[in-house]
């Protein structure tokens, strides 16, 4: 059952504050103060937002800073890029009060003890392409071979797992090579020490240099990303700011389908090594992995935790409920 989330009204900002996407993180019980339409000052709540990927897939924080939507809604947002590994701690360090990344990760770490809540999932299926040298042709061909991933037990892991199993072959039908970064990953084409990989747009389309193109998309396979998380404490005693948050997210995940040169715009300018034909094809591609409004879906959820269990050799809550917030 979906949290019942109010409604937060606010008035629209004239001058927008740029927020750096790096530096040291800033209290979210301070305030910053920026100019209102009628020229009076209005208070916003400072709130370091972590994000767990390069790419376009979290497009919809980067619009909600560069065009100004989360100081509409109350939030000075300070962005700052975390490895997948790191977001957790990041949280329970107090370094970043609210953070992005997969369900799995947190699951995982709600199973060892830790008290998270999910608040807000912007993407419900994969957000990869499957990336193969020119010689490839089918899916079947890729068994006995090694295909790129990132880490073990990461999306990249997951995805392989389910791409393998509803096309009838076994998990262990390829080998896989954990080869952390995105550029590893490409050299490991390029060179030919590996069949393939999995990306996220636009990230491999240098592939097409040397023949490499996409077997297929995982867009169609659902799987929680995008899935914003914050501890338990913070959430508890900062509701207001929580409920901003998705208010605002919700105006983000719109913007993006209704302003589609500004949201290229902005993927171009947090990913600088994209080229604006880049930025094209990773809004487009997202456009079918962004959902429509921010509602943290149980089952998805529920299938991060029987994922992170099975990993644990634990058994996984019977009800998901108690890790999604819900508003007080």
């Avoid at 970064?181 to 990230?203: D, E, K, L, N, Y």
């Amino acid at each position: 059952m979906k949290s019942k989330w109010g409604k937060i009204g606010a008035g629209a900002i004239g001058s927008v504050m740029l927020v750096s996407a790096c530096g040291s993180s800033s209290s979210s019980t301070s305030t910053t103060t920026a100019a209102g339409s009628s020229g009076t000052t209005k208070a916003l709540t400072n709130l370091t937002v972590a994000y767990a990927a390069t790419g376009a897939g979290f497009s919809d924080l980067y619009v909600g800073v560069t065009d100004g939507i989360f100081q509409r809604y109350g939030l000075n947002v300070k962005l700052v890029q975390v490895t997948p590994a790191n977001l957790v701690s990041a949280l329970l360090s107090g370094s970043a009060q609210i953070g992005g990344g997969v369900a799995d990760t947190t699951a995982s770490a709600i199973l060892k003890g830790e008290k998270l809540q999910y608040v807000a999932l912007t993407e419900g299926t994969y957000n990869l392409q499957l990336w193969v040298n020119k010689n490839i042709t089918s899916l079947q061909q890729l068994s006995g071979q090694s295909l790129a991933l990132t880490t073990q037990g990461s999306e990249t892991d997951f995805a392989l797992n389910d791409l393998l199993q509803k096309n009838g072959m076994s998990t262990t039908s390829v080998t896989r090579r954990y080869l952390v970064s995105a550029a590893q990953m490409i050299s490991a084409i390029r060179s030919g020490a590996v069949a393939g990989g999995f990306f996220q747009p636009p990230t491999a389309q240098n592939l097409t240099q040397v023949g490499g193109h996409i077997l297929t998309s995982l867009s169609n396979f659902p799987y929680a990303v995008g899935a914003y998380i914050s501890p338990d404490s913070y959430a508890s005693s900062h509701p207001q700011v929580i409920n901003e948050f998705y208010a605002a997210e919700t105006a983000n995940l719109a913007y993006l389908r209704a302003h589609p040169a500004q949201t290229q715009a902005a993927i171009e300018k947090y990913n600088t090594q994209n080229t604006p034909a880049d930025a094209k094809i990773a809004y487009t591609f997202f456009l079918n992995v962004w959902k429509q409004d921010p509602s943290v879906t149980p089952s998805l959820i529920q299938g991060a935790f029987q994922r992170a269990a099975a990993k644990a050799k634990v058994t996984p809550p019977s009800s998901v409920s108690q890790y999604i917030y819900s508003p007080s």
